[in-house]
């Protein structure tokens, strides 16, 4: 169960990062268009804004993704030391803290959103964005990480709990300490 939850989560994320992929696609097509455009004394303007919006929103996707591939950077000093249930207790851990952590991050970037809704708020740019337009794929994007982190928690939690240690360390351990020399 734990196992196929995962291989779910990552198939989802695929998406996902494909999506986010195309989107950053998009935005450096828009720069390039811009840049050329600009060879001929004209401009679509706004074009650092818009990249900007697109890398925040990109960021926020794009976390999941990288945690269920492993990717986030990892300081794994006193890690590789025990053994197979102590690396699961260190992994473990790492994701229940990173877990809270991103919860933390999307419970208080609602009250940005909320306020941007509130007020109506434009960004204070030549192109007055309606922030709300950025904020909320931005807010979703933060929420669906949250979602991810703690259901590969407990996913990973449960495997620890039946034991299945190199199975969890295939979720949830270090990428490429597998080659490194201990």
Excluded at 12 to 31: E, M, Q, T
Excluded at 133 to 157: D, R, T, Y
Aim: aromatic share 10%; hydrophobic share 55%.
């Amino acid at each position: 169960m734990a196992e196929r939850l995962i291989d779910v989560l990552r198939g989802i994320n695929r998406v996902v990062a494909y999506l986010v992929g195309v989107l950053l696609f998009a935005c450096a097509a828009f720069v390039l268009a811009d840049i050329l455009l600009r060879q001929v004394g004209a401009s679509f303007g706004g074009t650092d804004e818009i990249s900007g919006y697109v890398m925040a929103i990109a960021t926020s996707w794009g976390m999941a993704y990288t945690m269920l591939e492993l990717g986030h950077v990892r300081i794994d000093l006193v890690r590789r030391r025990p053994g197979p249930l102590g690396r699961a207790l260190f992994d473990i851990g790492a994701l229940v803290v990173t877990s809270a952590v991103i919860v933390l991050i999307a419970v208080k970037c609602w009250p940005v959103l909320a306020r941007s809704i509130q007020n109506g708020s434009t960004a204070n740019t030549p192109l007055e964005t309606p922030l709300v337009w950025v904020q909320w794929p931005w807010f979703l994007g933060w929420v669906w990480f949250a979602l991810m982190a703690c259901l590969l928690s407990l996913a990973a939690l449960s495997l620890i709990l039946r034991g299945q240690f190199d199975k969890s360390e295939q979720a949830i351990g270090a990428f490429g300490e597998q080659d490194s020399a201990i």
